[in-house]
């Protein structure tokens, strides 16, 4: 899940303080290299490509992380092709200078925010769709391609790129590949890194290089086409990605199921993931999200339901009409107080609609701090009576929209506009979450990346020799520091 | 593809000098670090995880790759938990001394193979199904676990473990992840990386640590699980794979189409591709691979075809009708002598079994150099015509097995036994069908790995600086170059 843009908040200037301690140069000092670089940037690009103004650069300084740390940016960098950002990342070199890579900035992490002293580079001039090759089912693209257009191009060939995170009408296959994005469809398909064959960076020491294959199978060394996916701009900078297609699938047929509590919603899931059905999707909304949704847009919704599931199969002809079928039994009979399966293709996509609409509805509410927790199936409705708790215990509004079945849930956090105390609670709350996802043996993010958000959540998932060895593959693949540092990790 | 291990080929003297070249260390002094070191074994595991005798150690000192450099080990170990594999890997360390990991030593590019002054570590005592999930749809495995072994315990939940290398009955999932295994099933299914989701390794600097994890999804980090699969032993030692299952799937339908050329069996692939169809295998078996199953079998393929396809299609009811006739009318149309859909599921594995007995078969009749290159589908009926001249280029016998729906063939060239003119014009051969693959935009290995026999082929693949990161990850994850030395690229 990556959330719909609906505006972008302002800058919060009072944590730059946090990345200019985090650098640790003196001010001054860094000024002046900033400048020198600012003058080889402009005498190595033409005019157009630099940002200097604050006010269109504070624009490009931040994601849709809430309370994630940014400033502005010492330049924006928006190239057009692999040379000119090979260029801007050997000047970074040169200038010893923090590089910062973006594409539409619907990241949900901070992974995208600009640090102190940085130079930002937005991909969204490299947009071209190179190839769609329908024998060999793959398709080449720049950065920049915005998911939605690739899944259009694609469609024309009779071909599918599956992977859907929520942000897909703006959010890019660069963005993309750096956060590994999930979405609606890998409980059945996977996520981003699934799909991704081969790819052109250019490395932390300024090469322009191809990693990965056209092939369907290869082992031709170690596979650092995948390692770069969800690496968060921290090991390269993505110029091309060869993606891998499959053929258009069936239209899905949808059931929908009402449940009065989110444990029996959680435990339908289960039943789901028992019965050895593989739903196309299979999402959870509750009250919270469906009252946000009403108040909006007034779709009636929590008239009905406290929590609201949405199932999906494409499978084809008898298998997936028994498919429903099932879903439709172990909805009912985990106590749904309502359950069908939708005969109106246009019901059923204005129930995923809402889905859909769940998050830029709460955003109207105030501040929303989105949380990407992943665990076990078997725990997903003890994962949600927990996340309840946690509402209860800091006082918080945690609405929860989950693709339940793959046990990844987004609870939401949601605070009055300019309330501190509001937001301190949250950001207890939302440490909680990360702990008991933990516990129950999950991971603190399921598709968001770690960014800044959750850099102390990783510290507390991996043990101390696996993040020695991420630390050290990152001094290897960027010996000189400037690849995006401070994110993911601290810097050493 | 893996061979099926018929018997152990004997040891070759005559390459150990390779290996006493590359480690650049006086003979002398490597036998006082290595009596120390045994000592230390003897001193902390049980006596009977030691094997000193060079009668046993000779049959743990090479895989299944033809003329690929081995030596005997100064000693072998048989660890049964990942405490003592700990115990082996910290010892190593500590003495300085290279270790090389083994499973079931059916590898075919000599990644197994042992090298002078060398501790090797066999994982074939863990062998233990520690969890099958249905609800999670996982299993937790040893190493050491064959690969039917696991398939057979998942049958019995209900559950599917795909990736089927052709070594299925003897090879072990420990390898099979070393090596990122292919086989049949993964023109649909995918290979060994798309079902690892998290181990347990012994890490270069000695540590007992997890990787990955058992949820559905995660973006905790870098993918550290995925860079560990297809490394041969280079990154850490495996001592425990969790694994994504599928459920069962309908029993397939078999299309078998007799082509008298090559390249119409070659363009009948294309067909396939093109039609949209996504085969669960679709294997091609030539004229000299039909003769060797005769010569041994008498199963009279040879008399109708020069050249066999087997497509086979699992999709259920209707569509999987829809699937077999599409197949079989690109078979026919690209000029197949025969072909027809098999109604008798007898008939259907027997064609299969052929498909499982070339490799032996031709090994009867001499020394076998397997290839390994996978090209782009559409170079199929190029690449198999390129064989063919390389073939007649340089007097060698050629057979083709070939995993034609992923473009991954397998030439198989064999030699006459003793003949060393006809072995050195099978590795001129070789290195030229590896040349011909980069050319039409292949790469040289598409499931076997690197391991010797690929390490001249990996640097024609890689771009220079590619090559470099890889060595840099090496260093970062190996610091003390104890794993698997002197495979996959030369020591620094």
């Known amino acids: 899940m990556e959330s719909i843009s609906i505006e972008r ?113 937005v991909m969204d001039r490299l947009n071209a769709i190179k190839e769609i090759n329908p024998l060999e089912r793959l398709a080449v693209v720049e950065p920049g391609v915005i998911n939605d257009d690739l899944r259009a191009a694609c469609c024309e060939h009779g071909l599918w790129y599956p992977p859907d995170p929520a942000s897909a009408s703006s959010s890019t296959i660069g963005g993309n590949v750096a956060t590994n994005a999930g979405g609606l469809c890998c409980v059945k398909y996977g996520v981003t890194r699934d799909y991704v064959l081969g790819m052109q960076i250019v490395t932390g020491s300024g090469d322009l290089v191809r990693l990965g294959r056209r092939t369907a199978k290869g082992v031709a060394g170690y596979d650092m086409a995948g390692l770069m996916v969800g690496s968060e701009g921290t090991l390269g900078v993505i110029t091309e990605v060869t993606v891998r297609l499959r053929p258009m699938r069936e239209p899905e047929r949808t059931v929908a199921g009402y449940f009065d509590s989110i444990v029996d919603a959680g435990r339908a899931v289960s039943a789901v993931a028992a019965a050895g059905v593989t739903p196309s999707a ?99 409705a003890k994962m949600l009576e927990r996340i309840e708790r946690t509402a209860l215990r800091h006082d918080v509004t945690i609405a929860n929209i989950a693709h339940a079945g793959d046990g990844n849930l987004h609870p939401l956090l949601v605070t009055p506009v300019g309330d501190e105390a509001a937001r301190e609670r949250a950001q207890a709350a939302f440490e909680d979450i990360i702990s008991d996802a933990l516990a129950l043996g999950g991971t603190v993010t399921g598709e968001h990346g770690v960014g800044l958000l959750k850099m102390a959540g990783l510290r507390q998932e991996l043990d101390k020799p696996v993040l020695d060895m991420q630390r050290a593959i990152k001094a290897a693949l960027d010996p000189h520091g400037i690849l995006n540092p401070g994110k993911v990790f601290e810097p050493r």
């Open 282 to 380: 299979l999402e959870l909304i509750d009250r919270h999200c469906l009252e946000a949704v009403d108040a909006w847009k007034n779709m009636g919704l929590s008239v009905d339901a406290n929590v609201v599931l949405l199932g999906r199969t494409d499978a084809p002809g008898i298998v997936g009409e028994q498919e429903a079928a099932t879903m439709l039994d172990c909805f009912s009979s985990a106590g749904a107080s309502w359950a069908a399966q939708s005969t109106d293709p246009e019901e059923a996509d204005a129930l995923f609609a809402a889905r859909r609409l769940a998050y830029p509805a709460l955003e109207r509410l105030g501040p929303v701090l989105t949380e990407d927790v992943c665990v076990p199936k078997a725990q997903v």
């Open 9 to 121: 908040r302002p800058a919060h200037g009072y944590v730059e303080e946090h990345f200019r301690s985090a650098l640790n140069v003196p001010q001054t000092c860094l000024q002046e290299v900033i400048t020198v670089l600012i003058d080889a940037l402009q005498r190595e690009l033409p005019a157009d490509r630099l940002v200097l103004d604050p006010d269109v650069m504070r624009g490009y300084s931040y994601d849709q992380a809430e309370w994630a740390a940014h400033t502005l940016p010492d330049v924006v960098v928006r190239p057009r092709n692999a040379a000119e950002v090979q260029t801007v990342v050997r000047l970074c070199i040169e200038h010893d200078t923090p590089l910062v890579t973006r594409g539409a900035g619907t990241g949900l992490s901070g992974g995208a925010n600009a640090t102190a002293g940085c130079v930002v580079i």
